[in-house]
């Protein structure tokens, strides 16, 4: 299992046995589930209803794992839009995230997307900025939470 205290207890050789694959819905709904269930819902107080929708059926989704648990996920919508991005806790600021970000854009590339778009809480702007994503909209309010459009050109 993953430290409970902070990322810095987090080795490179754990780093290294993290693994990220294209998932579906039906597939591993559980292991998405157990991402964004203590990030969005109980960390975010997003509400089950906002939550969960019916674009995950639909939508490719990215799973990063570590000893076969659930630790960071994404979902890609038409291989246009990245959204529901979510670290466990424990692994933020490790590296996890942006290479769960990178492995989305390369699909979204690969299937003849010129461009990426996505809502960015305004907290992770920068993250977003580092892989870059520019900002195309003035802040606004997504369930209670700070936002702005962002874009990357492929």
Same mark, same amino acid.
């Given at each position: 299992?993953?430290?409970?205290?902070?990322?810095?207890?987090?080795?490179? /050789?754990?780093? &290294?046995? =993290?693994?990220?694959?294209?998932?579906?819905?039906?597939?591993? /709904?559980? /292991?998405?589930?157990?991402?964004?269930?203590? =990030?969005?819902? /109980?960390? #975010?107080? =997003?509400?089950?209803?906002?939550?969960? @929708? @019916?674009?995950?059926?639909?939508? +490719?989704? *990215?799973?990063?794992?570590?000893?076969?648990?659930?630790?960071?996920?994404?979902?890609?919508?038409?291989?246009?839009?990245?959204?529901? $991005?979510? =670290?466990?806790?424990?692994?933020?600021?490790?590296?996890?995230?942006?290479? *769960?970000?990178?492995?989305? +854009? %390369?699909?979204?590339?690969?299937?003849? %997307?010129?461009?990426?778009? *996505? %809502?960015?809480?305004?907290?992770?702007?920068?993250?977003?900025?580092?892989?870059?994503?520019? #900002? $195309? &909209?003035?802040?606004?309010? @997504? +369930?209670?939470?700070?936002? +702005?459009?962002?874009? *990357? @050109?492929?």
């Amino acid at each position: 299992m993953p430290p409970k205290s902070n990322h810095t207890e987090i080795s490179p /050789e754990m780093l &290294s046995k =993290v693994t990220i694959q294209q998932v579906t819905w039906p597939a591993a /709904e559980s /292991e998405l589930r157990a991402v964004r269930t203590p =990030v969005f819902i /109980e960390e #975010q107080f =997003v509400t089950p209803e906002f939550e969960w @929708d @019916d674009i995950d059926a639909g939508a +490719v989704h *990215l799973l990063a794992t570590y000893e076969n648990q659930p630790i960071a996920c994404l979902r890609i919508i038409h291989y246009q839009k990245i959204g529901r $991005m979510a =670290v466990i806790k424990h692994w933020r600021g490790v590296g996890v995230g942006a290479a *769960l970000l990178m492995e989305a +854009v %390369s699909i979204c590339k690969k299937y003849g %997307s010129t461009s990426v778009r *996505l %809502s960015a809480q305004t907290h992770a702007i920068n993250f977003y900025r580092k892989a870059g994503f520019r #900002q $195309m &909209s003035d802040e606004y309010c @997504d +369930v209670d939470i700070p936002h +702005v459009d962002m874009q *990357l @050109d492929l």
